[in-house]
């Protein structure tokens, strides 16, 4: 048996981790939001982001951020219920899973490719008789490629949720007459909340602060918090001004996941009564 006073030593580690890089970075982070150019103590840059000019940032951030996610949803949701119905289901979610381990940048300068005025998606629609088309740059192609990368780590939590769903639940709503639709409504997705909520968080929240896709993928048309702060400290060198808005995207995360957060529900296949 182990001595319950030697176990913060294996804690250890896990404690030293947090304090060197999550505390320590979100301290200097607040820190520097405090400082102007010159390196003096302002609230000048709180005061800035609450202008008219980071508010629409801002909004349209959570705009890009809201769809990305909705579409998200409306694509993985059906297909995580689809895998768990599938004979070999692990097998289909590894397929799509494996994009997922692919590079974000390569992801990003292959759909360069399809969607510009040469690609594979032009010469399709010039095959049907249309002219080619400005795709790239757009936010259509900015949303279309988010939604590609973010898919797998939607579909991922809701099919968890889905698959441990007892399956005698359903069949007790069926064999006491709700339809499909009432069965879904009142039965598999209240059971599944959340994988949805877990699929939210983990697109949501990294939709927020896209940058790398903003710009190779939409060009300077789509502003959003993530390159308001590459710009702030890699152009304007404003050190401060990023971190002030970086500390607001902190809390931003940190108030969805509070409102996202997942809640215990029974009916789940492994579950056992109390």
Do not use: C
Request: proline letters at 5%; hydrophobic letters at 55%.
């Amino acid at each position: 048996m182990t001595n319950r006073s030697s176990r913060p030593w294996y804690l250890a580690p896990y404690y030293i981790w947090i304090l060197l890089f999550v505390i320590a970075p979100i301290a200097l982070v607040v820190y520097f939001s405090f400082l102007d150019l010159a390196g003096d103590f302002t609230l000048e840059n709180y005061a800035n982001f609450f202008s008219s000019t980071y508010f629409r940032m801002t909004l349209s951030s959570f705009w890009y951020a809201f769809l990305i996610t909705f579409i998200s949803v409306l694509i993985a949701y059906p297909t995580a219920y689809w895998l768990t119905k599938t004979k070999h289901k692990q097998l289909w979610l590894l397929l799509i899973i494996i994009p997922s381990w692919i590079n974000l940048l390569l992801k990003a300068y292959a759909f360069i490719g399809i969607f510009g005025l040469y690609g594979p998606a032009n010469q399709l629609i010039q095959f049907f008789g249309a002219g080619p088309l400005q795709i790239l740059f757009t936010d259509f192609s900015f949303v279309f490629v988010a939604v590609y990368i973010f898919i797998p780590f939607m579909v991922l939590p809701i099919f968890n949720s889905l698959d441990k769903i007892n399956p005698a639940l359903i069949d007790a709503s069926r064999d006491l007459g709700a339809s499909q639709w009432t069965t879904f409504r009142r039965v598999i997705f209240p059971l599944a909340i959340n994988g949805v909520k877990s699929g939210v968080q983990a697109v949501f929240i990294p939709a927020l602060s896209l940058f790398v896709i903003t710009r190779l993928i939409a060009g300077n048309k789509v502003i959003t918090l993530g390159t308001a702060i590459e710009q702030q400290f890699l152009v304007t060198q404003n050190w401060g001004m990023g971190s002030t808005i970086a500390v607001f995207l902190i809390l931003f995360m940190i108030i969805i996941m509070l409102l996202t957060g997942p809640k215990e529900k029974g009916g789940a296949l492994n579950g056992k009564a109390k």
